[in-house]
C-alpha cells in the first residue's frame, strides 16, 4: 500500500503543479496581481489549518535539544545509511537534468518561435510535462514498487537520459513529455524506498537532510545551463542526458535487499 500511497501523492502534486500556475495566471490577468497573491496565501493558510488535524507521531528527537543538533543528527543518520547515502547521489545527478531543463527549454522555445508566442508556448510545455508526469504517478501505482524501487528508478533515470538527449533535441514536446511520464515511477520509487529504509521514528528528521540533499543537483543543473546554452542549447541537453545516464549507474549502486542494508547500519 505505500507504493500506492505515494503514487496517489506524486499525482496530487503533479496536477496541483500544473493547475495552480494556470489559476494565478487567470486570476492576475482578470482581477490583477494583489487577488493572486491573496489567493496564494489564503490556500497557505488553508493549508496550515487542515495540517493541524494531522495526528502526531512518536520520534526520537529529544524536546530540550536544539534544532541545530536535531539536524546534525539527521546528517549523521543519512551519512551512515547506505541507502540514503546512494540516493544523495543519484537523484541530485537526476536533479541536475531538471535544472537544466528549465533553463534550456525558454531559451529553446525563444530560439524557435516569436517572442510573442515565446511564453504562451513554454507555458503549454511545462503544462504538458506535468501532465505527463501525474498520469506516470498513476501508472506506477499500478506496477509493484516494493524491493523493485531501485530498479524501476534507473530505468526511469536512462529513459530521462535518452529523452533529454538526443529525442528532446530532436522532437522537442515529444522528448520533454518522455522525461515527465519518467519522473512519476521514479519519484514514487524513491519516496517508497526511502520510507521503507528509515526508521519511523526518525523519519522527519531523516526526510528533512535527505530531501535537501536529493534537490542539490538543482541548481547545479541550472547553472551550468545557463552557460553552455550561451553557445548551444543541443550542449546543454546533452549534458542534460548524461547527468541521468550517471544517476542511473549511481542507482545500481545502491543496496538492493534491506538485510545488506542493516549490516551497514541501516538506522543510524
Known amino acids: ?25 487567470v486570476m492576475a490577468a482578470s482581477l490583477g496581481p494583489a487577488a493572486a497573491i491573496l489567493l496564494i496565501a489564503t490556500a497557505y493558510a488553508g493549508a496550515a489549518v487542515f495540517l493541524s488535524f494531522v495526528p502526531r507521531l512518536p520520534g526520537l528527537a529529544r524536546s530540550q535539544v536544539s534544532i541545530w543538533q536535531q539536524a546534525m543528527e539527521g546528517i549523521r543518520m543519512v551519512a551512515a545509511q547506505p541507502t540514503l547515502r546512494g540516493l544523495a547521489i543519484s537523484y541530485s545527478l537526476h536533479q541536475v537534468t531538471w535544472g537544466a531543463l528549465i533553463v ?11 517572442k510573442g508566442a515565446a511564453s504562451s508556448i513554454t507555458g503549454l510545455m511545462w503544462t504538458a510535462v506535468g501532465t505527463a508526469g501525474g498520469v506516470g504517478a498513476l501508472l506506477a501505482g499500478h506496477l509493484r514498487t516494493v524491493d523493485r524501487e ?49 526508521d519511523p521514528r526518525q523519519l522527519g528528521r531523516v526526510m528533512s537532510i535527505s530531501m535537501s540533499l536529493n534537490v542539490a543537483g538543482f541548481p547545479i543543473g541550472s547553472a551550468i545551463a545557463g552557460t553552455l546554452t550561451a553557445t548551444s542549447s543541443s550542449a546543454a541537453l546533452m549534458m542534460a542526458g548524461i547527468a541521468s545516464a550517471m544517476a542511473a549507474l ?19
Not at 5 to 22: E, K, M, Q, R, S
Not at 104 to 114: I, K, R
Open 1 to 25: 500500500m505505500l507504493d500506492r500511497a505515494n503514487a496517489l501523492d506524486t499525482a496530487i502534486y503533479a496536477v496541483v503543479d500544473v493547475v495552480g500556475p494556470a489559476l494565478a495566471g
Open 150 to 198: 531501485c530498479r524501476i528508478m534507473a530505468v526511469g533515470m536512462a529513459v530521462t537520459a535518452t529523452a533529454a538527449w538526443p529525442v528532446a533535441g530532436e522532437f522537442g514536446l515529444g522528448g520533454l513529455v518522455a522525461v515527465g511520464i519518467a519522473s512519476g515511477p521514479i519519484d514514487v520509487a524513491l519516496l517508497t524506498l526511502r520510507q521503507r529504509r528509515t
Open 250 to 268: 549511481a542507482t545500481s549502486a545502491i543496496p538492493h535487499e534491506i538485510a545488506q542494508v542493516r549490516t551497514g547500519k541501516e538506522s543510524g
Open 104 to 114: 534550456v527549454v525558454p531559451t529553446f522555445v525563444a530560439e524557435h518561435f516569436s
